[in-house]
């Protein structure tokens, strides 16, 4: 019997720039042990694919490893796998941008390993069949997959044994299906069961067995450092296989050059299974989820896994308008980055980067950091093309129909929306590089069902093996229930309410308010005096009473001023509230007029707000033309991760209110300290 070749392959990836502890804890925890091991036994052919600024991170603070990769390259025990330098999901950026950050990937592995990829790693498993002539444009070969993306095409899973062909326009490229079964046993089976599970794969002669997963979960995730290394199951592991007689391990391209693929295959715009479910919004899970279960796990794994399927990744544009409005911003620069210089374009680049646009059991987009990380990056970019005198532009941002007005100071980048109220959806500083307005509406989430109806778990496990992120319970704090508040209205600045009651803190953080107008979420038009947007709305109590919104922006290098004025037919009592709602880095550390709001904040009678940020050393400062009852309290969001379910402070929402006015003024300063 001939031996089955073992395709192993491991990707490694930290999200650019990253806090410095969550990186040294994965080098710690996976990247160095998982490669001291290794490098014990280097007859173990396998993959590696690394994105490019993780690779240099290593090479600077922890040369020792990356000498053990030189090493293990020169051996021939690695077979290196390209992709976006910067990890991209390659179908979300143009196809420019795609040459560029694959080839300065293969540059990058061929300068410092001598050795130029033939595969690719594809992020996130996004696939879609036009990015073929640009993948092969650049020297690469194959593709690995999920065997799921060929299942949901219609293939069947004895037809797994190998790599495909497809093309696109008639450019050629390889396709490589990754075992689901495998994905899900190594490292997490024993060594004799993850054995067993690399046997099973065998359809055919010489058909192989195919894994490429996160190198994370070698050392990384939940159980698993003591498991792999303390337990040795790494090294059990690679001494099996290389003692196996039946078993060999191989390079993918080798095994290309060797084997004739399995025919044709034209595959599904898809990701993972899972991506699938969590691109859709809540509902769609919860109904998708129902339906899978209807029709049974047998039923699915068999037959329906072709015709049930959730959302596509670009799904998370429609789900997260701003993680859309972030995405256009970028594309908004990538088409003008011949007028950037060359350091402003890695700027560009730094902001492809894949994690901030998405969220699953990973935090992504809820992770305010990341968020952080790519509004600096686009205020580099920002910084670069400012000018002294203050520019104004109306363009359609995030492609939705609607107008917006960038203004762009020697100090600001300030973006005002038409279709959300009139209100501010971008406020960076230019100095700190810092998007005061990078704030996120608390919405519903799917797993969110687990906290309002948890449900008893039992998940068994043998002491041969450990569970995996999909298959551990997730622990549930019966606290949490009570900050699953959901917004109705995206959590910008200058944002109008009216009530035919006094707001007051609770009402104000809970939404328990009477709104009786429509302006806080719906278009204004923008008049020709490019800085007036107007709405002809309504009172809404008994009638609707017509009303008109006229709000008046003005703009000085580090200050917003407001002049707002209203008309409407309804005489009796309204008060009116103005909603700003910012983002810190640590909102329970700011204060309000020199005071902590972790608590919340509640005075009367104010016209003068002054918000510190000790993060940025500088100062917000608010002013209005009447005394107002202001109101302020922590903007918490509850997310999903990998450990269980996380409160995390996005930043702070206030309110100034006051009985009804024609006429309302209100300013906006940055002031550096």
């Given at each position: 019997?001939s ?9 490694m990836?930290?999200p650019?720039d990253n ?6 804890e994965?080098?710690?925890?996976c ?16 993959s ?14 922890n ?12 051996a ?22 795609r ?19 033939k595969?690719l ?12 002539p ?13 065997d799921?993306?060929?299942?949901s ?8 044994g ?21 994905r ?5 089976f024993?060594?004799k ?10 359809k ?13 979960k ?6 698993t ?18 003692q ?5 391990t ?6 290309m050059?060797?084997?004739?693929s ?5 595959l ?5 299974f ?17 339906l899978?279960?209807s ?13 049930l399927k959730?959302g ?15 995405h256009?911003?970028?594309?908004y620069f ?6 950037l ?6 700027s ?6 894949n ?15 990341l ?12 910084k670069?093309v ?8 109306i363009?359609d941002i ?10 762009l100071?020697?100090k ?8 959300n ?37 039992e ?7 450990i ?8 622990e ?11 917004d ?15 707001f ?14 429509d ?5 204004f ?5 490019k800085?007036?947007f107007?709405r ?5 109590l ?12 003005r703009?000085?290098?580090?200050k917003?001023?407001?002049r ?6 309804y005489?009796?009592e ?8 910012f983002?810190?880095a640590h ?22 707000l ?5 993060f940025?050393?500088?100062k917000?400062?608010i ?5 107002c009852s ?6 918490n ?5 990998e450990s269980?379910?996380d ?22 300063e940055?002031?550096d300290?």
């Amino acid at each position: 019997m001939s031996k089955i070749p073992l395709l192993f392959g491991v990707h490694m990836h930290q999200p650019v720039d990253n806090f410095g502890e969550s990186v040294d804890e994965a080098i710690k925890l996976c990247y160095k042990p998982f490669f001291e091991t290794m490098l014990r036994y280097k007859e173990f052919k396998f993959s590696v694919h690394c994105s490019g600024w993780l690779l240099e991170r290593i090479r600077q603070q922890n040369p020792e490893i990356f000498e053990n990769m030189k090493t293990l390259t020169q051996a021939g025990s690695i077979e290196w796998i390209g992709a976006g330098y910067y990890e991209p999901v390659l179908s979300s950026i143009p196809s420019r941008d795609r040459i560029a950050q694959i080839d300065m990937l293969s540059n990058y592995i061929l300068k410092h390993f001598g050795v130029k990829p033939k595969g690719l790693w594809l992020t996130e498993r996004v696939w879609e069949s036009s990015l073929i002539p640009d993948i092969k444009s650049c020297g690469i070969e194959y593709v690995v997959l999920d065997d799921y993306h060929f299942l949901s095409s219609g293939f069947d899973a004895k037809d797994m044994g190998g790599y495909y062909k497809t093309e696109e326009g008639g450019v050629e490229l390889g396709l490589f299906p990754i075992s689901k079964s495998l994905r899900y046993a190594l490292p997490f089976f024993s060594v004799k069961k993850a054995i067993e599970s690399i046997l099973a794969q065998k359809k055919g002669k010489n058909s192989p067995a195919v894994i490429f997963d996160d190198g994370e979960k070698f050392g990384l995730w939940p159980q698993t450092h003591e498991w792999v290394y303390q337990k040795k199951w790494l090294q059990k592991f690679v001494e099996e296989v290389i003692q196996n007689k039946d078993i060999k391990t191989q390079h993918y391209f080798e095994y290309m050059q060797k084997n004739r693929s399995l025919g044709i295959a034209y595959l599904n715009n898809t990701s993972y299974f899972e991506m699938g479910e969590w691109s859709l919004r809540a509902e769609q899970t919860l109904a998708f989820e129902e339906l899978k279960q209807s029709v049974g796990d047998d039923y699915f794994e068999q037959k329906g896994v072709a015709f049930l399927k959730g959302g596509i990744w670009k799904n998370f544009f429609i789900k997260y308008i701003e993680s859309n409005y972030l995405h256009k911003r970028m594309l908004y620069f990538s088409a003008r980055q011949n007028t950037l210089g060359s350091g402003v374009v890695e700027s560009l680049y730094k902001l492809q980067t894949n994690d901030v646009f998405w969220h699953g059991v990973f935090g992504g987009l809820y992770l305010p950091n990341l968020r952080d990380n790519a509004y600096r990056y686009l205020l580099e970019i920002e910084k670069s093309v400012s000018k002294k005198d203050i520019t104004t532009q109306i363009l359609d941002i995030d492609m939705d129909g609607f107008d917006e007005l960038k203004v762009l100071s020697s100090k600001l980048s300030v973006v005002i929306s038409s279709k959300n109220g009139a209100s501010m959806v971008e406020f960076g500083s230019l100095g700190s590089l810092f998007n005061y307005q990078n704030t996120l509406m608390r919405r519903k989430e799917a797993y969110h069902e687990k906290i309002l109806n948890p449900k008893e778990i039992e998940h068994r496990q043998s002491d041969d093996e450990i569970n995996t992120i999909h298959s551990d319970a997730l622990e549930v704090d019966e606290e949490l229930k009570g900050e699953l508040v959901y917004d109705w209205h995206p959590k910008y600045s200058f944002v109008d309410h009216f009530s035919n009651t006094e707001f007051s803190l609770e009402s104000f953080r809970n939404l328990t308010f009477d709104e009786i107008g429509d302006f806080a979420n719906q278009p204004f038009a923008l008049k020709e005096k490019k800085n007036t947007f107007v709405r002809d709305g309504g009172i809404y109590l008994d009638r609707c009473y017509k009303s008109r919104l006229k709000k008046e922006y003005r703009f000085f290098h580090t200050k917003i001023e407001l002049r707002y004025k209203m008309k409407t037919d309804y005489e009796g009592e309204v008060f009116y509230g103005c909603e700003l709602n910012f983002h810190f880095a640590h909102p329970d550390k700011i204060t309000f007029n020199s005071q902590n709001i972790v608590d919340g904040f509640s005075e009367n009678n104010l016209d003068e707000l002054v918000i510190y940020d000790d993060f940025t050393s500088e100062k917000l400062i608010i002013k209005t033309d009447t005394k107002c009852s202001v109101f302020g309290y922590i903007l918490n969001t509850v997310s999903q991760s990998e450990s269980g379910f996380d409160k995390v402070a996005q930043g702070v929402g206030i309110l100034f209110s006051q009985p009804f006015c024609e006429k309302f003024k209100i300013s906006l300063e940055l002031v550096d300290e």
